[in-house]
C-alpha cells in the first residue's frame, strides 16, 4: 500500500494526544487498517469495502487464511479441495470487518507468543495483590524507619526500595509511595522530590532488571518479529538490550546523585525544597483530591497481613520467582506458576492470608490486569494489520535512503521519544515500531540490540517526560503531590538526562 499504510499509525498518534488514552487510538487504528486492506485488494479485482469480488489464486489453504482469501460462496469443503487441487479458481477476498474478525482470532488463537505473554501478564495481577496483602511490604518499611535519622537516609532508603519491587512499575510506585511518605514527610522533604525518585527509578528499573511486566511485553514484541532463535525465551531475546536501554541507565545514575546531593537541584524543586523546610508543608498545592482508586485499595490492604506477616511475606514468594524462572530455562510463566503455588502454601501454612481471602485477592488480581490484557490483544493485532498492509518494508525502505545506521540510534531514541512523550503510550508505540526497528536491522546487518535498546529508552523517556503518563499519574498519586507542579520540578532533570542519552547513542553508533 506505500505511503498508505501510513496513516493507520498517523492516526493512532493524533488521536492519543488529543484524547490521552491508548486503548481507543490502538482500537481506532486497526479498525482503519482493516477496513483499507478491504478497500485496496489486489489490482484488477474490483473489490469494494463491504462486498467481495472473485480473483485467482494458487495456494493452500494455510496460505489462503495467511494472505485474507476467503470466499463466502464456498463450503469449508469446497475451499479444502480447492487448495488440495492446487489449481486456480475462484476465491473470494474478504471484506470489512469479516477481515478484521479473522485477524483477531489468528491474533488470539494462533499466536503462541501473545498467548504466553497473556497468561504471564494475568498471573502478575494476582501475584501482585498477594505481594501486597501480605503486609510484608508494610513489614519492610517498618523495619527500616527504626535506623533512619538524616534527610539523604530517608531519599536513599526511597531510592533503593523500588530495587526489591522489580517485577512491576506499578508494584514499585504504589508500594515505595505509600511506605515513604510520611517518613519523607518527618523530614521535610517535598513530595515532588519523592515523586522524582520513585519515578526515575520504578519504571527505568524495569528494562534493566530482566524479570518485569515490561520485559515480558517488550520481549513478547521482539521474539515475535523475529529476532533470537526459535528456542529463546522473550527473556532470553530481551537480555540483550539491557547494556543499550542507556535512558534507563543515566536516569538512575542522575537520581542516585541528586540524593547524594552531587547534583544540582533546580529553581522549581529549590522552591519545593524551601516551602517544605520553612513551613513544614511537604504537598504540592491543589493536590489534596489526588490520590486514585489504587492507591487507594493499595493503602487499605498493605497492613491486613495475618499473625504470620513479617519481611518475609514479600522476599521469600519474590526469591521463589526468581528461582522457578532460572530452574526453567528463564520462562517466566513456568516461574510465575511455581511461585503462586509457592505463595499459597507459604501464606496459608503461615496464616498470612486466609484461603478466602486468598482466592477473593486472585479473583481481584485478574480483574486489575484485564485492561492491560485488551491493550496487548490490540497491539498485537495492530502489528497483523500493519504486516499486512506493508508498513513495515515501506519505512525499512525510506529509512535505508535517508538515515546511515551510525545515526540509527539516536533517530530512533529521539523521534519515536518525541512521540511517546506526547502520546503517553510507550507500550502502543512499540507494538508498532518493534517489527519495523528489527526488519531494518535484519535487512542492514545493524545492531539490532544497540537499536532496540534506542526504542525501549524512547518509551522510557516518554513515561518520565509525558505530564500525562499512566506512570506520571500513579506516581502523582502515590506521593499525593499535583502532577502538573511534579512534572515541571522533574523536568531539567529529564532534559539532562535525554542530552546524555543522546550523545551516548551517537558515540554508540559511530562505534559499534
Known sequence: ????????????????IKTRSSLIPLLIGCTLGYMMLAWFNPPGTGSSLFTTTKVDTLTTIENIKEESYYSESLSSAELFGLAEKNTPDAV???AFPDNMITGLYDVVMKDEALVWVLYVCALFGPFIGLLIASGGIAAIGKKAVKNLKTKKQSLLLSYFLGFIFFVDDYLSTLGTGATMKKITDHFKIPREMLGYIIGAVSVPLTVIVPISTWTVYIGGLMKDSGIGGEDASAIDVFVGTIPYNIYAWVAMV???????????????MKLAMKRAEETGVTVAPDSENLQ??????????????????????????????????????????????????????????????????????????????????????VTYLLKRVSDDMGLTTYVVDIIKDNVTPQLLPAMIFLLIGAITVATGSSWGVYAVVTMIVAEY?????????????????AGIWGANACFYSDSRILTAGATQSNMTEQSLTQLPYVIIVTVVTTIIYLVLGYTM
Open 1 to 16: 500500500m506505500g505511503i498508505w499504510s501510513l496513516l493507520p499509525p498517523a492516526i493512532i498518534i493524533i488521536i492519543a
Open 292 to 377: 486514585s482508586e489504587s492507591v487507594d485499595l493499595y493503602e487499605s490492604t498493605q497492613s491486613n497481613g495475618g499473625k504470620g506477616a513479617s519481611i518475609n511475606s514479600f522476599l521469600l514468594p519474590m526469591l521463589s520467582l526468581i528461582v522457578f524462572t532460572l530452574l526453567n530455562d528463564n520462562d517466566l510463566l513456568k516461574g510465575i506458576i511455581y511461585a503462586l503455588g509457592f505463595t499459597f502454601f507459604y501464606y496459608w501454612i503461615g496464616k498470612i492470608v486466609s484461603m478466602k481471602k486468598y482466592i477473593q485477592l486472585f479473583e481481584d488480581g485478574f480483574k486489575s490486569m484485564t485492561f492491560v490484557l485488551v491493550v496487548l490483544v
Open 92 to 94: 473470494a477476498t474478504v
Open 441 to 457: 536491522c535484519n535487512q542492514t546487518g545493524a545492531n539490532v540490540m544497540l537499536n532496540m535498546g534506542a526504542l525501549i529508552s
Open 254 to 268: 542522575v537520581a542516585l546523585l541528586v540524593v547524594l546531593g552531587l547534583f544540582p537541584t533546580f529553581k522549581r
